[in-house]
């Protein structure tokens, strides 16, 4: 049956007829998800299809079967999946339309006795099987297109979804109604600033997400900042770290999506003050993350995405608020270190670890991680001190480059000359952490050479500056290490060969000849602009060399050498006419007087 067909049973007005209709259009399109693309069927079928989504609205809005009314919603979950044919979904009656079936319409005249919205009945035993059907073609609709979404705000869709997030503890919803109103959240807060604000300040989404992951993943609270798996016993004489049971695909699915809205509506917490109140439920949240770092599902690829959302939510978090992470009370077979509890740290250490092994997305996969080690190694000594013991344990392998090796501090300084900017910085970042901020113990962990990008940055290149505030260390320098230190190269961080000095046998005048010929070439590369010339500024940071600052090195080479560098400096169009006017006048004057050098009208 074709789109004509269908149409025309439509507008018979007959629910029967149009049931049938819509009945074979939906199984026929069922595994349909791309459209033709001939431009001049696809205008044809684009007008068949807006006409047959304007008469399935219509029918939604009569007193229809339960069956028909499926079939309906069933049509427009597949008509919306075209992005150009959506128009006649966007209008406001027809998101009203879809909201009352999806059960998140809500009452802008009524509210309850404790002063909150009240959400209008689509029917008093409601069919879950149309308001999932409602809730798809929402997301659907609201993914392609924008005057949707802004639809969808000024209908407060979202004060209906968190309304009906607030029973999550009942049993009445099954688990795609629920998956589908975090997955119709998330669109709206990914997409509309103001409403992730509202979600976060007026509707309280930091608590009101928290507590339905806390129910998703069946979670008990042994402390204020511990968490547990509810019925999960744990033994306390294994010596084996406490494993939990891996979660459900169908909790794992509803967790993500909770771990997405919540970064979206939390993505500048971390750079701004946060009150009493906040931090609490930041805390709370970082107590959960923890857990979410410790589990896993039952599929792999499952497990590394919840990990990696629920480290991306772990960054967001102030961070005042990451002291959750050491708070765990150290139980038979966890990681203990300063009497700490290190499981979770362990952890990101090990999965920052794996994802820089793969070399992929280094930046996507692995920088998270990475920068949420380095605050908490900044912020808890602790933490500091574990990671340095893992990372930069006392240094016995003074023969090799700092690059060369499969420890993690061969892999880290490698990252140290990453083509990108973002990963080269961070990797020096979290090492110069783990080194308390200190330049000499910096550059003998990884090199000058590796070194010289973040010191340069921070013009510490002369050394010095402000290492911060960290404690004292006892000294760490291996036997190994103390031998060698007068031999280590502190350009490449080892110690180098004997190597036949260059210059042996020349003579002073060679040695200046040598020295010119490095200066005209790299002023030959500059004026082609292959490099520009660089130099160590006051301050300690890299400034550009200008032509003054050659004059300069000119200056300081023997008066026979310089007639050669003259011709070889590269001077601004001002300076090159002054030059020539002040030439012209020495001219003039030797003529005029019969005196002078030749030589002093070509040094200038």
């Known amino acids: 049956m074709d789109l004509n067909a269908i149409i025309e049973n439509m507008e018979t007005g007959d629910q029967d007829a149009a049931l049938m209709a819509l009945q074979t259009y939906n199984k026929k399109m069922t595994q349909c998800f791309t459209f033709t693309t001939d431009e001049e069927e696809q205008r044809e079928d684009g007008k068949l299809q807006e006409r047959l989504g304007e008469l399935v609205l219509g029918f939604l809005e009569r007193d229809l079967q339960p069956s028909c009314q499926l079939a309906c919603l069933e049509t427009i979950r597949i008509l919306s999946r075209d992005k150009n044919n959506v128009a006649p979904f966007i209008t406001h009656t027809a998101m009203q339309t879809l909201s009352r079936h999806a059960g998140i319409a809500i009452s802008h005249g009524n509210v309850d006795c404790e002063g909150g919205v009240v959400l209008v009945p689509f029917a008093e035993n409601p069919d879950l099987e149309i ?232 930046k996507e996969t692995m920088l998270p991680s990475l920068n949420l080690l380095t605050e908490s190694a900044r912020i808890h000594r602790e933490t500091r001190k574990f990671l340095r013991m893992k990372v930069l344990p006392p240094l016995r392998d003074v023969k090799n480059l700092p690059e060369v090796g499969n420890a993690l501090r061969n892999k880290l300084v490698r990252l140290m000359t990453n083509i990108d900017t973002d990963v080269k910085n961070c990797a020096a970042e979290f090492l110069f952490v783990l080194c308390k901020e200190s330049v000499s113990r910096f550059i003998k962990y990884t090199g000058y050479g590796n070194a010289a990008g973040l010191l340069a940055a921070r013009g510490l290149l002369r050394g010095g500056g402000n290492p911060g505030v960290y404690s004292e260390d006892e000294d760490s320098d291996t036997e190994e290490y103390r031998e060698a230190k007068s031999q280590i190269n502190p350009v490449t961080g080892r110690v180098e060969d004997e190597q036949p000095n260059p210059m042996e046998g020349m003579t002073e005048e060679q040695k200046e000849l040598e020295a010119m010929k490095l200066v005209n070439m790299f002023d030959k590369l500059s004026r082609s602009n292959i490099i520009q010339p660089m130099m160590l500024g006051i301050d300690g940071s890299m400034t550009q060399m200008n032509s003054g600052d050659l004059r300069r090195m000119r200056d300081q080479i023997p008066q026979g050498q310089q007639l050669h560098l003259q011709t070889q400096l590269r001077l601004e169009p001002q300076q090159q006419e002054q030059q020539q006017e002040h030439k012209k006048e020495q001219q003039d004057q030797q003529q005029q007087q019969g005196s002078g050098s030749e030589d002093e009208g070509e040094v200038e």
């Open 131 to 362: 308001i999932v059907e409602a809730l798809k073609s929402i997301c659907n609709i609201c993914l392609h297109n924008k005057v949707a979404v802004q639809v969808g705000q000024d209908l407060q869709l979202i004060v209906g979804i968190a309304e009906r997030l607030k029973q999550c503890g009942e049993d009445q919803w099954n688990h795609y109604v629920r998956f589908f109103d975090l997955r119709l959240m998330f669109l709206l807060t990914a997409q509309r600033v103001a409403m992730r604000t509202q979600l976060l300040r007026e509707l309280r989404g930091v608590s009101l997400l928290s507590n339905h992951l806390d129910a998703t993943l069946g979670l008990c609270w042994p402390d204020t900042f511990e968490v547990g798996r509810a019925g999960v016993e744990v033994d306390p004489d294994s010596e084996e770290p406490a494993e939990m049971p891996p979660l459900s695909r169908e909790k794992i699915e509803r967790a993500m999506e909770i771990l997405k809205i919540l970064f979206n509506i939390t993505y500048d917490a971390n750079r701004r003050e946060v009150d009493e109140e906040e931090a609490a439920a930041f805390r709370h949240l970082g107590a959960i993350l923890r857990h979410c770092l410790m589990s896993s599902a039952d599929a792999q690829d499952y497990t590394e995405e919840f990990h990696s959302h629920s480290l991306n939510l772990l960054g967001n978090l102030p961070l005042s608020c990451l002291d959750v992470l050491l708070m765990p009370k150290v139980q038979q077979g966890s990681i203990e270190y300063m009497g700490v509890n290190m499981d979770a740290v362990n952890m990101l250490l090990e999965y920052m670890e794996k994802r820089l092994d793969r070399g992929k997305k280094l």
